[in-house]
Nanobody, 121 residues
Framework: DVQLVESGGGSVQTGGSLRLSCAVSGNPYRTYCMGWFRHPPGKLREGVASIESDGTTTYKDSVKGRFIISVDNSKTTLYLQINNLTLEDTGTYYC????????????????WGQGTQVTVS
């Protein structure tokens, strides 16, 4: 079974930093896309960053320069470094995995974690 488990969320003051982690097991894809999404309170869930199996990274414009997505050498842990946190970064952060970024971001398939809460004050 594919499992994704996020961790690293918490409460932090504006300007601070957090590193979110996502432990991935049972990845069935030879080529794939992993991504981070956030669900701000009262708003729709949005994708913020992705990394493909060839290392290509993509970011939502509003987080460029502050968010860094990466994966460890074993490709079993996905990270999201968030710097200079703002109030707008508050939300539940989810990691996702699918065979491609198009399906991950715009389709209804994919594998997801349970989320980790980030609260900025």
């Amino acid at each position: 079974d594919v499992q994704l488990v996020e961790s690293g969320g918490g409460s932090v003051q504006t300007g601070g930093s957090l590193r979110l982690s996502c432990a991935v097991s049972g990845n069935p894809y030879r080529t794939y896309c992993m991504g981070w999404f956030r669900h701000p309170p009262g708003k729709l869930r949005e994708g913020v960053a992705s990394i493909e199996s060839d290392g290509t990274t993509t970011y939502k414009d509003s987080v460029k320069g502050r968010f860094i997505i990466s994966v460890d050498n074993s490709k079993t842990t996905l990270y999201l470094q968030i710097n200079n946190l703002t109030l707008e970064d508050t939300g539940t952060y989810y990691c996702g995995l699918d065979r491609g970024c198009a399906s991950l971001f715009y389709g209804d398939s994919g594998h997801w974690g349970q989320g980790t809460q980030v609260t900025v004050s």
